[in-house]
């Protein structure tokens, strides 16, 4: 499966030594990764845990990833794998045959930038998702259908501008403004 | 840096130069890349409250709601159908009784009798109204004494009505038994 553009850029960038691009991918996919990772590892603290390793993993292999997969393919592969390790000690058994050295060099993780200073920001509360959810709720019509057909159904702009029969920038203004409206609710929780 | 580009990047929706631009912009800027993850957190957000059926169970909740108000408009428009059958029902048999009653009795309608006697309809009593029932008199004019034998039948009829309470059947056994032979 092929990368999709943002994602092959910010690699490439990543890969040439911009630490603030691969945070970039680190934001886009960390609730992905928490998520998938938690149904291996259930107590929080160690699913987090796993989580940064999985990241740390990649950004130590990243010069090894030749874009063949999508990232979130391959940061998917990386955090499964940490988890099952994770597991494997756990249980005091002997580890799997996932091979850390595969991931090129250690590094610390105060190499990486803030997104993984603090894991427990990877857990999105209750609070949030209640007043996302209930925001999205309240949005006038046409700004909720246009976020819901491209977050839900995964349509692109000229395909939601055909349902919603509207021009590619008015899809493009909706959903800005969508996330926007719910945004302004969202912020103050999160720097809170 | 205007949000609107970097909510484009995030759904991939930006023409090459334009994505340099913008992840120029987030490499740089602290408050433009925390806004790429609070878009990208919302779109979590938005996608597993559908995956976990929340967004369906409302909408079910919701059509639940339409279908029980919808239902509770039926029952009403029912309930109001039937209360009006049973209205008219009841003016008919009303307006029937009230012309059955009408007809001359020496002034004294045959229900207002019906309603009137407690006790069971007896020879005597109706005896009694003979002389106030002129249209009835006629009938029995032939008849020196009624058969006693109907004195039961009468009162038997009068007790079943009463417990059936069917106000509106008129006993007509009184009329067939004083059928002039």
Redesign the interface.
Known sequence: MAD???DG??VK?AQGG?K??F??LV??YQ??VI?LVGRYVHEPADALDVVQDSFLKAYRALPQFRGESAFYTWIYRIAVNTAKNFLVSASRRPLSTTRDDDFGEPMSLEELQP?LETPEHLF?SDE??SV??ET??GLPHELREA??L???DGM??EQIADVMECPIGTV??R??RA??A??LK??PL?EN | MS??EI????????T?SE??LV?DT???DGAA??????????????????ENG?GAG?VAMGLAKQKHGLAFRTLSLVSVAVFCVLLVGVWQTTKQEATIADKPTGGVPMRSLAVRSEQPLTLESQAMLRGREPAVAPRLRGTARPDPRLNEYLVNFNQQRSRLSAPGVNPYVRIVGFEPE
Do not use: Q
């Open positions: 999709s553009p943002t850029e910010l960038r911009d603030r691009a945070d970039l934001s886009k609730h992905r998520k997104s999105i949030i998702r996302i959810v999205m709720e976020l819901t491209r977050e839900i692109s702009y493009r203004s959903i800005f996330r926007e719910i945004d969202l912020k999160l | 949000k609107p909510s484009a990047l995030v759904d991939d929706e930006v090459n994505r340099r992840i987030l490499c740089t890349r925390r806004a790429w993850g609070r878009y990208h957190m919302i779109g979590t957000v938005v996608r597993e409250n559908a929340t409302r």
